[in-house]
């Protein structure tokens, strides 16, 4: 069964850039990734369709995260950019099942694959 490993992450200054990886071991529909901290409310934050769809972003982002895709490899980038500190979090890579994909950020209920989690701070 399709497993999500992601990679990245770590601890940067403000205005800094880091960069998320998310591998999916099988084909997958929508890829991208939710954040969440401690006593709120997770936050889906980007999403892509994969196989070349369109992409999409929280208004909290857009502007400073770009997401990306290589296909020949399963794998989406989340490059983030001009990082805040609002912007700490642990982030998890999250997809849906091939040939299901979104119109707009991913919902939590239609997330089929979570990987493992990833700490991003921001100071």
């Known amino acids: 069964h399709v497993q999500l490993v992601e990679s990245g992450g770590g601890s940067v200054q403000a205005g800094g850039s880091l960069r998320l990886s998310c591998t999916a071991s099988?084909?997958?529909?929508?890829m991208g990734w939710f954040r969440r901290t401690a006593g709120e409310e997770r936050e889906g934050v980007a999403f892509?369709?994969?196989?070349?769809?369109?992409?999409y972003y929280s208004d909290s982002v857009k502007g400073r995260f770009t997401i990306s895709e290589d296909n020949t490899k399963n794998t989406v980038h989340l490059q983030m950019t001009s990082l805040k500190s609002e912007d700490s979090a642990e982030y998890y890579c999250?997809?849906?099942?091939?040939?299901?994909?979104?119109?707009?950020?991913?919902?939590?209920?239609?997330?089929?694959?979570w990987g493992q989690g990833t700490q991003v701070t921001v100071s």
């Open positions: 999250a997809a849906s099942t091939s040939g299901h994909y979104c119109a707009g950020l991913l919902r939590a209920s239609s997330v089929r694959l």
């Open positions: 099988g084909s997958t529909g929508a």
């Open positions: 892509i369709n994969t196989g070349g769809g369109r992409t």
